[in-house]
């Protein structure tokens, strides 16, 4: 496989999965062969698994005094971008489908990535226990913090979201099954560690198929033919400025607060990043059979892209930029 499609090929099948769906909707949609209401679930708790499997514990113990780091990105994350996303939904939600302006609310609320923001953040020279550390605590205090963020903001737009039910579902589906996976990893570490990239490969198969089972429900509930294509082009640019200010914040609250240039790279690859593999279980399970969950979900597929391309040819320039920095100047005269 070419070096570009091995890197990519998770960004380049999610508009295959989303066209599969328009293809063949009987076969993926709740009721169909493949049974999506439960063999998702499924998914989703073998994602968490693997999760617990493959995260670095020690990342917690090791990085838990860079305290204004994880205080600014995880108030970017569950309270900077909510806010964002708030006004920008105050000021133009009005012209947006109901479901999409759903979805951009839910898209504000997720944690951050864990894989991507490490990567870019080593990739820039930045400090990568830090971004790690973050990555991990995000993660943990979203399965919380974004179901209770989703319930509060439709319950204040008039919906109404029992949160009992979804806190119950989301303890069953995800902490129990991450919990399994960090109590196996002293016994599995050297495995999982091996297996890290096959196991990455295998939750993004997952999260894949969720995609194209949420996509073939709105198709099948006829989603598309009431709000047609023409949803694409204020979905794109929502993304767009939503993500433009969330970099903009980051990069004004981690300059307000002088951080070192390892934290800063790690707080700009960290802050406006937003989680689409466990973004998407999490819908999942928070939304249920919504038959609007596939428009729901099309801020999150959006940015996900967004997010890899740029930051990613942000954090490369950091890291030329960090390599001149260490390059001797030359011998001297």
């Known amino acids: 496989m070419p070096p570009f499609l091995a890197r990519n090929w998770f960004a380049l099948s999610l508009p295959l999965a989303v066209g599969l769906a328009w293809i063949l909707p009987d076969l993926g949609w709740s009721e169909g062969p493949l049974k999506t209401s439960v063999t998702t679930k499924a998914g989703v708790a073998l994602i968490f698994l693997i999760q617990g499997l493959t995260l670095p514990s020690t990342a917690l113990r090791q990085g838990v005094s860079q305290w204004r780091l994880h205080v600014l990105v995880q108030s970017i994350t569950f309270l900077g971008f909510p806010a964002l996303g708030i006004v920008l939904d105050r000021l133009a939600g009005g012209w947006l489908a109901p479901d999409l302006r759903l979805g951009f609310l839910y898209l504000a609320v997720l944690p951050s990535t864990i894989t991507t923001s490490v990567i870019l953040t080593g990739m820039a020279g930045g400090n990568t226990v830090g971004a790690l550390f973050n990555a991990v605590l995000s993660s943990l205090l979203g399965v919380f913090v974004t179901p209770l963020w989703v319930a509060w903001l439709m319950k204040a737009s008039g919906q109404q979201q029992p949160i009992g039910p979804v806190i119950l579902e989301i303890v069953t589906l995800l902490l129990v099954p991450l919990a399994v996976g960090q109590g196996l990893r002293p016994r599995l570490s050297r495995w999982a560690d091996r297996n890290k990239k096959p196991m990455g490969n295998l939750s993004s ?129």
Not at 223 to 245: D, K, M, N, S
Not at 276 to 293: C, D, E, R, T, Y
Request: proline share 7%; glycine share 10%; hydrophobic share 55%.
């Open 205 to 333: 198969g997952i999260v894949l198929f969720i995609v194209y089972a949420a996509f073939c429900n709105s198709v099948k509930q006829r989603l598309w033919t009431r709000h047609g294509v023409e949803v694409l082009l204020p979905a794109a640019a929502g993304v767009i400025l939503l993500f433009v200010l969330a970099v903009a914040l980051t990069e004004a609250l981690a300059r307000a607060l002088a951080l070192g240039r390892p934290d800063l790279i790690a707080a700009r690859c960290c802050g406006p990043q937003k989680t689409l593999a466990s973004g998407v279980p999490m819908a999942k399970i928070i939304f249920g059979a919504h038959p609007g969950l596939g428009l729901i979900l099309l801020p999150v597929l959006l940015y996900h892209p967004l997010q890899l391309v740029v930051c990613g040819a942000l954090a490369s320039r950091w890291g030329r930029e960090a390599e001149a920095t260490r390059a001797p100047s030359g011998p001297a005269q």
